[in-house]
């Protein structure tokens, strides 16, 4: 079965600290993978987007790596900012048949 | 059972011509989305909106606009359709709080232009 999972599912960290946040996918094809911010109440906005042959691909504070070997993925959040409190979400694309594989998502809360 | 539904399977329109794609979602959710689906490129956003009214442009706005005159209700418009515009639409809705099952999606419009 296709599968995106990660976690953790919630994290809390205080303001300047660095986390990083992991997915572990099963989808296979693999087309590539998605990062997604989503603010409360908004639509998810897209931070990063890896395709079988990048390993790492940065988009400001946000980091994300991609071992297409071991079917894992990170993001890592580095000196984090109260606007980083949001849900992350990563997601799979398969190659065959346009299937999406969401997974469940980190809510990620920054305090001061 | 929960749904969303989009009101074509399949649609084939003319270059030039108007075009509305219609999404209708049962859970009262407040965001809802539209993406495209492209082989090789995956799912790419073209508009959400997260209230009544609302609307935010996501990565690939261009050539589209949207209405969401009622909370159920999210529509996507070509206001003069083109041949690149041919692909799969999906639109999604989701939950204020994002919960494990994240999005849920209908089953598409495949729109061809010609």
């Known amino acids: 079965k296709n599968q995106v999972e990660q976690s953790p599912q919630s994290l809390i960290i205080l303001e300047g600290k660095n986390c990083t946040l992991q997915?572990?996918?099963?989808?296979?094809?693999?087309?590539?993978l998605r990062w997604y911010k989503q603010d409360t109440g908004r639509g998810p906005v897209s931070l990063t987007i890896?395709?079988?042959?990048?390993n790492t691909k940065s988009n400001g504070r946000y980091t994300a790596t991609l071992d297409a070997d071991t079917k894992q993925s990170s993001l890592h959040i580095t000196a984090s900012q109260l606007s980083d409190s949001a849900s992350y979400i990563c997601v799979v694309l398969k190659a065959a048949g346009n299937k999406l594989t969401f997974g469940g998502g980190t809510r990620v809360l920054v305090k001061p | 059972d929960v749904k969303v539904t989009q009101s074509s399977r399949y649609l084939v329109k003319r270059t030039g011509e108007k075009v509305f794609l219609e999404c209708v979602q049962d859970m009262d959710h407040e965001n809802m989305f539209w993406y495209r689906q492209d082989p090789g490129l995956g799912l790419r956003l073209i508009y959400f909106s997260y209230d009544v009214k609302m609307k935010e442009k996501g990565d690939i706005p261009e050539g589209y606009s949207v209405s969401r005159e009622k909370k159920e209700r999210f529509s996507l418009i070509l206001e003069s359709a083109s041949t690149n515009q041919t692909s799969m639409y999906l639109c999604a809705s989701s939950s204020l709080t994002l919960g494990s099952q994240g999005y849920t999606f209908g089953s598409g419009t495949r729109l061809t232009v010609v």
């Open positions: 890896m395709t079988f042959s990048e």
């Open positions: 997915c572990n996918y099963t989808v296979s094809p693999f087309s590539n």
